[in-house]
């Protein structure tokens, strides 16, 4: 049961927020950490408490990473955390918690069911680790609900770049190609009202 629990979201992006609306909705008291002062201003506005994992590593009940960066929970983090302590990453890979600690200073794994694994610390306690570190929405569950990616990709649409950056893209491809541009002199690029070096139309311009 999540109500009542205390939750460590670690990042406050698009997947962190995400993690910490569905979490305080199950009734967790949620606690953040974070890096970018934006993002942190955005989760004290919301009424989330925002410190370091340091300070975090005590309370928490079940961490979630989710800042697709290394090194976010480490061993002397485990070693502070309550027993039983849920820990779970759902930002990027398997690099954010500090697995190869836990397989290399536990007294004992347990694996408990499929992608559950209970770590016994030489302190006592025992971290419940989901995925092996891995993404948990994928490691543990079906990956994204099918409702969610309908409204993902429902209203996507084809964006135009700029002008400039097509014709970037075109020239990339040229050379292969054996193409040779022909670039204009001064006086041209004067008379046409352009750079000599691009954009040669105008955005309406139909090709």
Known sequence: MIAGKVAVVVGYGDVGKGCAQALRGLGARVILTE?????????????????????????????????????????????????????????????????????ENAVEKVNIKPQVDRYWLKNGHRIILLAEGRLVNLGCAMGHPSFVMSNSFTNQGVHFLPKKLDEAVAEAHLGKLNVKLTKLTEKQAQYLGMPTDGPFKPDHYRY
């Open 35 to 103: 890096i970018d002062p934006i993002n942190a201003l955005q989760a004290v506005m919301e009424g989330y408490e925002v410190t370091t994992m340091d300070e975090a590593c005590k309370e928490g009940n079940i961490f979630v990473t989710t800042t697709g960066c290394v090194d976010i929970i480490l061993g002397r983090h485990f070693e502070q955390m309550k027993d039983d302590a849920i820990v779970c990453n759902t930002g990027h890979f398997d690099v954010e918690i500090d697995v190869k600690w836990l397989n």
